[in-house]
């Protein structure tokens, strides 16, 4: 059995997590799911939220592990796990990168060359007039993230979402051979996301050589529509990483 630590994306939470937490258990495995700085249950301020809080966040709940821990990153999660097992390699056994940001060393979201998120997904983001917070226009998210989704998750995601840091978003990642390139990595892609489509997922994936993929017919959020086969996923891709 594995354990896991599962990384929210932008705006979510740990909350995303609860029926794949459950599922994984269910499984035999050993489970965290954290609140990155300033989501969540976390109060921390956004003019405080960097990448390197966020890192820092995943490396405290690595160092609380029981050993070496399968990292699973959703969406901007996956540049966070970029950044933390550059940091924290000898903790991570291995990385699954969901419907996922993937760059290359120097790169940020902001500038990456692959032009992975529709038109129509970028209209709901709302900048702050201070520049440091985006929020996401509710009206827009069953769209844009839950469309195979219940309309209790997305209720419950109504409720839960917070602004993100816009200085993350900015942020360039670290990624060199020696360590988040020593690390065995997979990638779950998403057939039907209206967030970060199809052919983007698939384009930055090829850019950082990730050669295990499994696609899954659903939308942004599997972790709300499909845990249990996603949970089914993640235990496969974790085993072939020992």
């Known amino acids: 059995m ?4 599962l990384v929210h994306g932008a705006w979510h939470g740990a909350w995303c997590w609860y029926k794949v937490v459950a599922e ?15 989501h969540g249950v976390d109060k921390t301020p956004t003019a405080e939220v960097t990448l390197e809080a966020y890192a820092g966040r995943v490396g405290s709940a690595l160092a609380a592990m029981d050993g070496p821990a399968v ?3 959703h969406s901007m999660g996956g540049m966070v796990i ?21 760059l290359r060393d120097g790169e940020a979201m ?14 709901g983001f709302a ?23 219940s309309d209790a998750d997305i209720a419950l995601a109504r409720a839960c979402l917070v602004p993100q840091s816009a200085l993350v978003m900015r942020t ?10 020593s690390i065995p990595r997979s990638y779950i892609t998403c057939r039907d996301d209206r ?42 891709l974790a085993a072939a990483m020992r």
């Open 2 to 5: 594995a354990n896991f630590l």
């Open 24 to 38: 994984l258990e269910s499984r035999g495995h050993r489970v965290a799911a954290i609140d990155l700085p300033g």
């Open 71 to 73: 990292v699973v990153g």
């Open 82 to 102: 970029t950044e933390a097992a550059e940091r924290y390699a000898e903790q991570v056994a291995g990385l699954i990168y969901l419907t996922a940001i993937v």
């Open 110 to 123: 902001t500038d990456n060359p692959v032009k992975a998120s529709p038109r129509e997904f970028m209209a």
């Open 127 to 149: 900048p702050a007039e201070d520049g440091l917070s985006i929020e996401f226009r509710r009206e827009l998210i069953r769209d844009a993230f839950y469309a195979d989704c």
């Open 172 to 181: 360039p990642i670290r990624a060199t051979p020696e360590n988040w390139g």
């Open 195 to 236: 967030a970060l489509t199809l052919q983007g997922q698939q384009e930055m994936l090829a850019r950082v050589g990730i050669e295990r993929v499994v696609e899954m017919a659903s939308s942004h959020s599997p972790f709300f529509s499909q845990p249990a086969l996603l949970a089914d996923h993640l235990s496969d």
